[in-house]
Nanobody, 119 residues
Framework: VQLQASGGGLVQVGGSLRLSCVAS??????YAWFRQAPGMEREFVAS????????EYTDSVKGRFTISRDNRDNTMYLRMNSLKPEDTAVYYC???????????????WGQGTLVTVSS
C-alpha cells in the first residue's frame, strides 16, 4: 500500500493550489487530508467516502477547500482556494478501507507535501 502526495509549494495570500495523492495497493473506502504546522499537532482538514458522499471539513477551511477523487486513476485531491498564511503546513493524505478513527493503526498515510502561504 502506498500513498504518494504532491502539489505543494509556495503561494501568495489569496492564491490557490491543488494537492494530489495517488493511492495504490488496495481499494479504499474513505480518504482524508490532514496538515501539520510547525510546532503544532497534526490536524484534520477534510475527509470523504470514496463514493463522494459524507464529506467533512474543519471549520477554518469550509468554503475555501474542496476534497475530491478520481476513480479512474485512484487519485484524491484537495483544492485550496483563498489561501491564508495560517494554512501554511505540511499536508498529509490518508486513507482507510473501513470507516473508523483516522488516528488508529488501520489508516495509511502519505509522506506529506509542504504548502507555504506568503503574505
Amino acid at each position: 500500500v502506498q500513498l504518494q502526495a504532491s502539489g505543494g509549494g509556495l503561494v501568495q495570500v489569496g492564491g490557490s493550489l491543488r494537492l494530489s495523492c495517488v493511492a495504490s495497493g488496495r481499494p479504499f473506502g474513505y480518504y482524508a487530508w490532514f496538515r501539520q504546522a510547525p510546532g503544532m499537532e497534526r490536524e484534520f482538514v477534510a475527509s470523504s467516502s470514496w463514493r463522494g458522499d459524507k464529506k467533512e471539513y474543519t471549520d477554518s477551511v469550509k468554503g475555501r477547500f474542496t476534497i475530491s477523487r478520481d476513480n479512474r486513476d485512484n487519485t484524491m485531491y484537495l483544492r485550496m482556494n483563498s489561501l491564508k498564511p495560517e494554512d501554511t503546513a505540511v499536508y498529509y493524505c490518508a486513507a482507510r478501507t473501513e470507516r473508523g478513527p483516522w488516528r488508529d493503526s488501520n489508516t495509511y498515510w502519505g509522506q506529506g507535501t509542504l504548502v507555504t502561504v506568503s503574505s
